[in-house]
T-cell receptor, first 111, second 113 residues
Framework: QKEVEQDPGPLSVPEGAIVSLNCTYS??????FMWYRQYSRKGPELLMYTYSSGNKEDGRFTAQVDKSSKYISLFIRDSQPSDSATYLC???????????FGKGTLLTVNP | DAGVIQSPRHEVTEMGQEVTLRCKPI?????LFWYRQTMMRGLELLIYFNNNVPIDDSGMPEDRFSAKMPNASFSTLKIQPSEPRDSAVYFC???????????FGSGTQLSVL
């Protein structure tokens, strides 16, 4: 079983839709959870960063962590064509441990 | 800050040739990482440095790969000799800590023919 599993998609939605992106993981020691956004031909950029369980909101984006289920989600409200990108989840045990990335989900928001 | 700067953006070479990728991290970041990204395997950590010292190179696929960081503002990843299976996007990233927020460059698209 891979440490981090992420559905590669592709996921295609109309503008304005609510998008749900998810990752599951097997290592219960993971404490830090991140979402990176990667536009075509660019490097990943940090979008959301959460510690342990719970929700974190930033504008149209909400990151959710359920450690009991080993499941994390990223919700995008009122999706825009500019949100079209690959979204990668990433997690680590702490600041002295390496980041483990999911393979990414390709999202297209159609105008 | 200009962010992490990588060069070249694209590299096309023939099998057997030497390839050198370059990276300038964000000033003040103590950690530098080299990643490789492919469709099949996603993002793979090749090697990382802390304060210019290589800490973990277990992700380097073969002896054909080597990386150096002669000072805090410059690192290279070298492949010699290159092979078609090395074709991928190579990213450099820097951070102020190991397991947290990484700042990536725009990558080098390498094609080995």
């Amino acid at each position: 079983q891979k440490e981090v599993e992420q559905d590669p998609g592709p996921l295609s939605v109309p503008e304005g839709a609510i998008v749900s992106l998810n990752c599951t993981y097997s290592n219960s020691a993971f404490q830090y959870f991140m979402w990176y956004r990667q536009y075509s031909r660019k490097g990943p950029e940090l979008l959301m960063y959460t510690y342990s369980s719970g929700n974190k909101e930033d504008g149209r984006f909400t990151a959710q962590v359920d450690k009991s289920s080993k499941y994390i989600s990223l919700f995008i409200r009122d999706s825009q064509p500019s949100d079209s990108a690959t979204y990668l989840c990433a997690m680590s045990r702490g600041s002295n441990y390496k980041l483990t990335f999911g393979k990414g989900t390709l999202l297209t928001v159609n105008p | 800050d200009a962010g992490v700067i990588q060069s070249p953006r694209h590299e096309v070479t023939e099998m057997g040739q030497e390839v050198t990728l370059r990276c300038k991290p964000i000033s003040g970041h103590d950690y530098l990482f080299w990643y490789r990204q492919t469709m099949m395997r996603g993002l793979e950590l090749l090697i990382y440095f802390n304060n210019n010292v290589p800490i973990d190179d277990s992700g380097m696929p073969e002896d054909r790969f080597s990386a150096k960081m002669p000072n805090a503002s410059f690192s290279t990843l070298k492949i010699q000799p290159s092979e078609p299976r090395d074709s991928a996007v190579y990213f450099c990233a820097s951070s102020s800590s190991y397991g947290e927020k990484l700042f990536f460059g725009s990558g080098t698209q390498l094609s080995v023919l």
